[in-house]
Nanobody, 115 residues
């Protein structure tokens, strides 16, 4: 059974940084491309970033490009999202998922950007 557990969220001031983690189990993590997505209050799920199994050619939504950086450690079965220069509009619940299968996402971690 696929299990993904997101952590690292919290309250941060505009311009601040956070690093999210996603611990994976129940599948061969290193064989799958992974993604981060987010859902802001009252809005639908928004794709944020994607990384393939070999950590090559990460992709980002235009709204986060140059500020967010995705990475993974296949030895630790963990996916990361480094978020810098955070803005109030980045406030959302952040999820990790197997790319193309967002029904595998975990419970999410709340990120609130506010002064």
């Amino acid at each position: 059974e696929v299990q993904l557990v997101e952590s690292g969220g919290g309250l941060v001031q505009p311009g601040g940084s956070l690093r999210l983690s996603c611990a994976a189990s129940g599948f061969t993590f290193g064989a799958y491309a992974m993604s981060w997505a987010r859902q802001a209050p009252g809005k639908g799920l928004e794709w944020v970033s994607h990384i393939n199994s070999g950590s090559n050619n990460p992709n980002y939504a235009d709204s986060v490009k140059g500020r967010f950086f995705i990475s993974r450690d296949n030895a630790k079965n963990t996916l990361y999202l480094q978020m810098n220069s955070l803005k109030p509009e980045d406030t959302a619940v952040y999820y990790c998922a197997i790319s193309g299968a967002f029904d595998t996402r975990g419970q999410g971690t709340q990120v609130t950007v506010s002064s």
